[in-house]
């Protein structure tokens, strides 16, 4: 910039002409003023996101404080908190735990499949191992989410490939012994909560494996070798060592399986039971019963819970994993 | 013992870890040989007998037909606003440090940080509360704004590996800020554009939780076989259609992946 101020473009010989008229000007004007480039770059994103994005979330919050006439089904616009009330209502408190379980039970099966795949690929795999461990891992990440879905339907089905492979190993009494059980089973596994709980598991494992394994390469490998140099057994090594330097890690993989398990509405509708989770409230509020105020209300519950998950995640250093 | 090889890993690592491997791949194969299974009515494992008619009866079909011609408009069109807005907010992130910088790409990142239904939700509400009816434009809003990120992540980070000094040498050179848009910049990150666009892409052909909100009666390929998978209708043509849609998300990635595999940060790890 101070070489333009002092050789103005007139007198300093250029190699190029400059190229004139509007263009010229424009291009003038961006390299003396920077900033002003800089806001015509910023401005669409912005633009955009702020609407569109912003916007409508301010649209949800200010949504969950109307209500609706249960005797017209119309929204009235007027400010209440009555919707709030009707959350607190037994049957949406029960949605709401049983949503928050299933979200800590899947994060912690995510994270104890996870780790051995993220830990040999951090650790072990070296050049085409490597490349093939982040192939493996970042394709089915990519995969489609309902064919993933479909794939376990398929699996999961009474007459499907589990049910003939358990047959085959002379198991099959323990599916059934599983299935009667009360809460966990049902008529067939895709009719079961543990249906649901195995896809979720599934569909989200690869948000975890990333994290981890990217906080298991920081750690030198020296630490490990001093580890075992000073007497500590593999186990002792793990526990004190390569544990605590995972954790953040696995925290910030565990927000991802836990706010998506959280919003999902998709996966219990097709594999699972009739009990609802939040995501199917929402859905079916907003839908067939034509209440938004309430299915409003009812997304601002994992929006807050994330908000405390990530106030706490942030404190354990989650963010520097990420 | 070459020094490049590090110790072999104990015997228990190796199987958990292989173990985990095909718990990941193994259901999405499963797909592959439903695509050609004489069985009509069930999911009978194994399948009775091997057909390639279900390739025929789908290929007839017009609903699928007219799901994919949308999935793949709004894709695109998606994909192109994604790409000039991730690559506008990349560019004005990584060349300069000014106020509020954390905050933008907070904003970016946030549509994909945020589970799919609140976005969904929320878009949902904005049109009922903006009275806009549903339509091509709708999703297309939707699909673009989470789209952005992925975009914009492959940008950064080859922002990041660009010189600025060839920027100051094209300008020391003559050139005007256009030409050195044209003949510096866009060559340089014309791959990591390319791989952005890719998975944006993907993204959109795929995404079915924001796209209920947004699509009133319009059906997307999502959402043609999440009507087959609460209501089967023709269970073949769902495997049909299921394998294709594994085979055209799958290609963007592995592209994508080849195009920035020797950069610092390779696409497709922030999904």
Redesign the interface.
């Given at each position: 910039m101070s070489l333009d101020a002092a050789m103005p473009r007139a007198t300093a010989p250029?190699?190029?002409?400059?190229?004139g008229g509007l263009?010229?000007a424009?291009?003038?004007l961006?390299?003396r003023r920077?900033q002003f480039?800089?806001l015509l770059?910023?401005l669409?994103?912005?633009l955009?996101?702020?609407i569109?994005?912003?916007?409508?979330?301010f649209?949800?919050l200010?949504?969950s404080f109307f209500s609706i006439d249960e005797f017209s089904g119309l929204?009235n616009r007027q400010f209440t908190l009555k919707t709030y009330g009707d959350l607190l209502q037994a049957a949406n408190l029960d949605i709401i735990l049983r949503t928050v379980t299933m979200a800590a039970l899947v994060t912690l099966a995510a994270a104890v499949?996870?780790f051995?795949?993220a830990?040999?690929?951090a650790?072990?795999a070296?050049g085409r191992w490597k490349?093939l461990?982040?192939?493996?891992?970042?394709?089915?990440?990519?995969?489609?989410?309902?064919?993933?879905?479909?794939?376990?339907?398929?699996?999961l089905?009474k007459?499907?490939?589990l049910?003939?492979l358990l047959a085959k190993l002379h198991l099959l009494w323990l599916l059934d012994a599983w299935l009667s059980l009360p809460v966990v089973g049902g008529n067939s596994l895709s009719v079961s909560s543990t249906g649901t709980f195995i896809v979720f598991v599934?569909v989200w494992?690869?948000?975890m494996?990333?994290p981890v394994q990217a906080a298991l390469e920081r750690v030198p490998g020296n630490l490990v070798e001093a580890s075992s140099d000073l007497g500590a057994s593999?186990g002792q090594t793990f526990r004190n060592v390569l544990f605590p330097l995972a954790l953040p890690g696995i925290v910030a993989g565990s927000i991802f399986t836990f706010?998506?398990t959280?919003?999902?509405?998709?996966i219990p509708?097709?594999i699972g039971t009739s009990r609802l989770f939040i995501?199917q409230a929402?859905?079916s509020q907003?839908g067939t019963a034509g209440n938004?105020p309430l299915?409003?209300a009812f997304?601002v519950v994992?929006?807050v819970i994330?908000g405390f998950y990530l106030w706490g995640a942030k404190r354990m250093g989650a963010f520097d994993a990420l | 013992m070459r020094s490049?090889?590090?110790?072999?890993?104990?015997i228990g690592?190796?199987l958990?870890?292989t173990g985990?491997?095909l718990?990941?791949?193994l259901?999405?194969l499963?797909?592959f040989v439903?695509a050609f299974t004489t069985e009509e009515k069930?999911?009978?494992?194994?399948p009775p007998g091997l057909t390639t008619q279900w390739f025929a009866v789908t290929w007839n079909r017009p609903d699928v037909w007219q799901a994919l011609s949308l999935s793949v408009r709004v894709a695109a069109i998606s994909t192109a606003?994604a790409l000039?807005?991730?690559t506008?907010?990349a560019?004005?992130v990584s060349?300069?440090k000014?106020f509020g910088r954390e905050t933008?790409s907070l904003?970016?990142i946030?549509?994909i940080?945020?589970?799919?239904?609140?976005?969904g939700?929320?878009?949902?509400?904005?049109f009922?509360?903006?009275e806009i009816p549903f339509s091509f434009w709708t999703i297309v809003?939707g699909h673009?704004?989470f789209c952005?990120v992925v975009v914009y992540n492959n940008a950064v980070a080859r922002f990041r590996r660009t010189s600025g000094s060839m920027i100051e040498a094209s300008?020391d050179?003559?050139?005007?800020?256009?030409?050195t848009f044209r003949h510096v910049v866009l060559p340089n990150i014309a791959t990591a554009l390319l791989a952005g666009g890719m998975?944006a892409f993907?993204l959109s052909f795929?995404e079915?939780?924001v796209t209920?909100?947004t699509a009133g009666q319009q059906q997307t390929v999502?959402i043609w076989?999440?009507e087959e998978?609460?209501r089967p209708r023709q269970r073949p043509v769902?495997n049909v259609v299921?394998m294709v849609?594994?085979l055209v998300?799958?290609l963007p990635?592995?592209v994508a992946?080849y195009l920035t595999?020797d950069g610092d940060q390779?696409a497709?790890?922030g999904?």
């Open positions: 250029a190699i190029l002409p400059g190229s263009r010229g424009l291009s003038d961006f390299w920077p480039l800089l770059m910023l669409p994103p912005v955009w996101l702020g569109v994005y912003i916007g409508s979330l649209a949800l200010l949504q929204i499949i996870a051995p795949i830990y040999y690929a650790r072990y070296r490349a461990f982040y192939l493996g891992v970042m394709l089915p990440l990519w995969s489609s989410y309902l064919v993933k879905i479909y794939a376990w339907k398929l699996i089905a007459e499907g490939i049910t003939w599934y494992l690869p948000f494996i990333l593999p706010s998506l959280l919003g999902d509405y998709i509708q097709i995501g929402v859905y907003q938004i299915a409003a997304t994992p929006i994330m | 490049d090889r590090g110790p072999s890993a104990p690592l190796k958990a870890a985990g491997l718990f990941l791949h259901p999405i499963l797909i439903y069930s999911f009978v494992w194994p606003i000039v807005l991730g506008l907010c560019a004005a060349r300069t000014f933008i904003l970016v946030l549509p940080a945020l589970p799919g239904i609140i976005t939700i929320a878009l949902r509400s904005a009922a509360l903006a809003l673009a704004t952005v300008m050179l003559g050139a005007d800020g256009f030409q998975l993907a795929d079915v939780i209920t909100f999502p076989m999440l998978l609460i769902t299921a849609v594994v998300t799958l990635i592995l992946y595999r390779i497709g790890s999904k």
